[in-house]
């Protein structure tokens, strides 16, 4: 079946630290991958994509690299900003299907 | 162009009691989703409609849920009667129809059901 698991939450950094979120991934077929985040108060929006293997998303400064062979799509960026602090949810969409989503992480930036 | 937008943004209400939540999609969008997030878990798919359809319902938990998407536009959530394991963020997103790349889903902001 499909399904996503990422990185337990919540993250606490210090701004300006190094960020990586992991996530992994089974799937039948061969997905697209995503990276979704929800600031407070807000909706889902969508962070990156990546949508066959060895593709790089990125957006605002973070980064996704689809990795085939170790199934897995993990999120980095490299100075985290207060401005950063939100959930992040991993998922992957096969075809025209729904999206399959990870349990979301939050992450806490403070200055 | 307006968003997805989703209505209460909040409600909480006591178990047995009814509650309907509403989703207005983009303008032009066939595809509708529902999904729900229950605390701390994953968000998981409900059903997804084109047009006034039902194309896939397989994620609607029981019968207690019904969705209706009337005319092909707006969709309602209804829960009759509410439980506690209801309790949840209901996310509604819409895209248009075509191949997954060319059709992002976007989201509603969601609407925060609190039953009691």
């Known amino acids: 079946g499909n399904s996503v698991t990422q990185m337990e939450g919540p993250v606490t950094l210090s701004e300006e630290a190094f960020l990586t979120i992991n996530c992994t991934y089974t799937?039948?077929?061969?997905?697209?991958l995503f990276w979704y985040v929800q600031y407070p108060g807000e909706g889902l929006q969508l962070l990156l994509k990546?949508?066959?293997?060895?593709d790089k998303g990125s957006n605002k400064g973070f980064e996704a690299t689809y990795r085939k062979e170790t199934t897995s799509f993990h999120l980095e960026k490299g100075s985290v900003q207060v401005s950063d602090s939100a959930v992040y949810f991993c998922?992957?969409?096969?075809?025209?299907?729904?999206?399959?989503f990870g349990t979301g992480t939050r992450l806490t930036v403070i200055p | 162009e307006a968003g997805v937008t989703q209505f209460p943004s909040h409600s909480v209400i006591e178990k047995g009691q009814t509650v309907t939540l509403r989703c207005d999609p983009i303008?032009?969008?066939?595809?509708l989703y529902w999904y729900r997030r229950v605390m701390g878990k994953e968000i998981k798919f409900l059903l997804h409609?084109?047009?006034?359809?039902?194309?896939?319902e397989s994620g609607m938990p029981n019968n207690r849920f019904l969705a209706e998407r009337t005319g092909g536009t707006y969709s309602t959530l209804k829960v009759q009667p509410a439980e506690l394991e209801d309790s949840g963020v209901y996310f509604c997103?819409?895209?248009?129809?075509?191949?997954?790349?060319?059709?992002?889903?976007?989201f509603g902001n969601g609407t925060r059901l609190t039953v009691t």
């Open positions: 997103a819409s895209s248009q129809l075509g191949g997954a790349d060319n059709s992002p889903l976007h």
């Open positions: 799937a039948t077929g061969y997905p697209s």
């Open positions: 990546a949508t066959k293997a060895d």
């Open positions: 998922a992957l969409r096969v075809g025209a299907n729904n999206l399959f």
């Open positions: 303008s032009g969008h066939d595809n």
């Open positions: 409609f084109v047009k006034e359809s039902k194309q896939d």
